[in-house]
């Protein structure tokens, strides 16, 4: 797989990652519990979060490329406490940001927080973002409840590419020695960040084993396993890494914006 997802696949599996967050949350005998993934948070707590914020992201779709920053909607009920009620808000939620989507377009331009990253600042950018948010939150659901399952393939492998790409990459300054960081996806796909005074940038890269090595660091896993230490569901000793661990240790403590 060596494009991103299209746009429809983009709300498609938005869609199916939605329901299956549902599903969770409707599983659960109390709102209360806490998140292992997100330990400052009870279940309830990300439920609001991710009906809030998709609201939130279906207002700036709406508001157009030349708002400002993030909208805020207008007139959005608050997460009810009743389950049923709850579900269904849930539900209305995404369906906002899936009309939004549907009726802007990929192309067209969207306000986004990764101005300086090597993602578009586009609606196509903000459904691709939109999926990982989803399909992590659905992962912590499934924690919390005690039903976790791997995020499907076509999703795992495309947000090892997306937080990358727009989470990773910038133009701030490497505050230490240039540095080069490789990520080995198991189903074929590989990528290298380069770290220096001019930013980290990435670039896909032939699969392990067919290039040169020319990488301090790497770090090896199924793209499941790979998302999850990215956004730091699981420790990265979880996964095979080779070379110079002190890359790894700057990199996950680096703030660009400090």
């Given at each position: 797989?060596?494009?991103?997802?299209?746009f429809?696949?983009?709300?498609?599996?938005?869609?199916?990652?939605?329901?299956?967050?549902?599903?969770?949350?409707?599983?659960?005998?109390?709102?209360?519990?806490?998140?292992?993934?997100?330990?400052?948070?009870t279940?309830?707590?990300?439920?609001?979060?991710?009906?809030?914020?998709?609201?939130?992201?279906?207002?700036?779709?709406?508001?157009?490329?030349?708002?400002?920053?993030?909208?805020?909607?207008?007139?959005a009920?608050?997460?009810?406490r009743?389950?049923?009620?709850?579900v269904?808000?849930?539900?209305?939620?995404?369906?906002?940001?899936?009309?939004?989507?549907?009726?802007?377009?990929?192309?067209?331009?969207?306000?986004?927080?990764?101005?300086?990253s090597?993602?578009?600042?586009?609606?196509?950018?903000?459904?691709?973002?939109?999926?990982?948010?989803?399909?992590?939150?659905?992962?912590?659901?499934?924690?919390?409840?005690?039903?976790?399952?791997?995020?499907?393939?076509?999703?795992?492998?495309d947000?090892?590419?997306?937080?990358?790409?727009?989470?990773?990459?910038?133009?701030?300054?490497?505050?230490?020695?240039?540095?080069?960081v490789?990520?080995?996806?198991?189903?074929?796909?590989?990528?290298?960040?380069?770290?220096?005074?001019?930013?980290?940038?990435?670039?896909?890269?032939?699969?392990?084993?067919?290039?040169?090595?020319?990488?301090?660091?790497?770090?090896?896993?199924?793209?499941?396993?790979?998302?999850?230490?990215?956004?730091g569901?699981?420790?990265?000793?979880?996964?095979?890494?080779?070379?110079?661990?002190r890359?790894?240790?700057?990199?996950?403590?680096?703030?660009?914006?400090?």
């Amino acid at each position: 797989m060596d494009k991103t997802l299209e746009f429809p696949d983009l709300l498609r599996l938005i869609d199916e990652r939605s329901t299956a967050f549902r599903v969770a949350v409707a599983s659960v005998p109390s709102l209360d519990v806490q998140v292992p993934t997100c330990p400052e948070w009870t279940l309830f707590d990300l439920v609001q979060h991710m009906g809030d914020g998709r609201r939130a992201w279906a207002a700036t779709i709406a508001a157009g490329p030349d708002a400002p920053g993030k909208s805020a909607p207008e007139g959005a009920p608050a997460v009810p406490r009743e389950r049923e009620a709850q579900v269904a808000w849930l539900a209305a939620s995404t369906q906002e940001l899936l009309d939004a989507l549907r009726e802007a377009g990929p192309d067209r331009g969207c306000w986004t927080w990764w101005g300086a990253s090597q993602s578009p600042q586009t609606c196509g950018a903000v459904a691709r973002h939109q999926l990982q948010q989803f399909a992590v939150h659905t992962y912590d659901a499934q924690l919390t409840v005690g039903a976790p399952q791997p995020l499907p393939d076509e999703i795992a492998l495309d947000g090892v590419d997306e937080f990358l790409f727009t989470c990773c990459s910038t133009t701030a300054a490497w505050p230490h020695e240039p540095a080069v960081v490789e990520y080995h996806a198991t189903e074929g796909r590989s990528w290298r960040v380069r770290l220096s005074a001019d930013g980290a940038r990435i670039a896909r890269i032939p699969a392990a084993g067919e290039g040169p090595d020319t990488a301090d660091a790497s770090a090896r896993g199924t793209a499941h396993e790979l998302v999850m230490a990215l956004y730091g569901r699981v420790p990265l000793d979880s996964l095979k890494l080779d070379g110079d661990r002190r890359v790894f240790d700057r990199l996950v403590d680096w703030d660009p914006d400090a």
